[in-house]
């Protein structure tokens, strides 16, 4: 799996990216700067991990979505690329137009940073295939705007499609108020693209991939990927 | 040329932060205020002279960038 981590300025998860990448996969994932206007040869997964690109000026992840890099970034997943956004990068995603919706303030007003449970909805994607249908992992969140809030059109398309992968639920898969810690529609803490290709999530999978991190329940994402690229090639 | 971009949240999209705005001003007693949604303005300075090109600009900018249109409108004005 060749991947490639972007980097804007204010980002402060790529390295755990790309750690997480290369415990997974073996390689080193090429680190791509935001001013760049193309992607490595070969690459086959881009990453846009988590942190606070420029400062979540004007609005969590507008500024970078525009950066050079991402016009790059469009024609990829345009063209099938499969393409991982965590935290401030879906955030990132969704502004860029690659995923439907808009991650809003947290309902309480509040930055959350603890474990939470999500209820992994379907295997059958690569983003998912690392684990089993209605299977609950844990992993951290850490936002003040991972709130994501669509039309209702819009979100009973992601539903009725299936596009729904992660939600927030308890210890026990029980999707329900109390677990839904930042006030998101339907629960939602990952969506797939048209194409399910492009995934975007709040949480960080890449932070529970260790046994010193007392958890390795965020594995099973970056093995799914790597099976599924290494079957590709 | 001096302008304004006004983006406001369009209605029904909560808003939380104005929410607690809201919530602040009847606690320090502000009497009369029945809601509050908060939103940003951007006064920028044109360089042309000609109206209809600075509005069109200043459409380019809120449509590209100032604006998130999925939840947000705006509204663009030539001050002088």
């Known amino acids: 799996m060749k991947s490639a981590v972007l980097v804007f300025p204010g980002i402060n998860r790529e390295r755990d990216m790309a750690r997480a990448l290369r415990l997974a996969s073996g390689h080193d994932p090429a680190m791509v700067w935001h001013a760049d206007t193309s992607l490595p040869d070969g690459t086959d997964l881009v990453v846009v991990p988590g942190g606070f690109s420029y400062g979540d000026y004007l609005r969590c992840g507008a500024i970078a979505a525009r950066a050079p890099v991402m016009d790059a970034v469009r024609s990829f997943a345009a063209s099938g690329g499969m393409v991982l956004g965590v935290c401030n990068g879906f955030q990132i995603l969704c502004e860029a137009g690659l995923l439907p919706g808009v991650l809003m303030r947290n309902e309480q007003l509040k930055f959350i940073c603890q474990d939470v449970h999500l209820r992994v909805e379907r295997s059958d994607t690569p983003f998912t295939r690392g684990y089993n249908a209605g299977q609950v992992i844990r992993v951290p969140v850490a936002h003040g705007e991972g709130n994501y809030e669509a039309d209702d059109e819009t979100l009973k398309r992601l539903e009725g499609e299936g596009r729904v992968l992660y939600r927030y639920c308890s210890a026990a898969g029980v999707v329900d108020e109390p677990s839904n810690i930042n006030g998101a529609a339907h629960s939602i803490a990952g969506i797939v693209n048209e194409g399910g290709n492009v995934l975007g999530m709040m949480p960080h999978p890449e932070n529970h991939v260790e046994h010193v991190m007392g958890c390795t329940d965020g594995r099973g994402l970056f093995a799914g990927l790597v099976a599924h690229l290494e079957r590709a090639a | ?80």
């Open chain 2, 1 to 80: 040329m001096k302008a304004r971009v006004t983006v406001t949240l369009k209605s029904g999209i909560l808003d939380p932060q104005g929410k607690a705005i809201e919530g602040a001003l009847k606690s320090l007693g502000v009497d009369g205020i029945a809601s509050v949604r908060q939103g940003k303005v951007f006064d920028i300075e044109l360089s042309g002279s000609d109206k209809a090109t600075a509005e069109a600009t200043l459409k380019a900018a809120a449509d590209k960038l100032l604006a998130n249109t999925v939840i947000e409108n705006y509204r663009v004005e030539v001050l002088s």
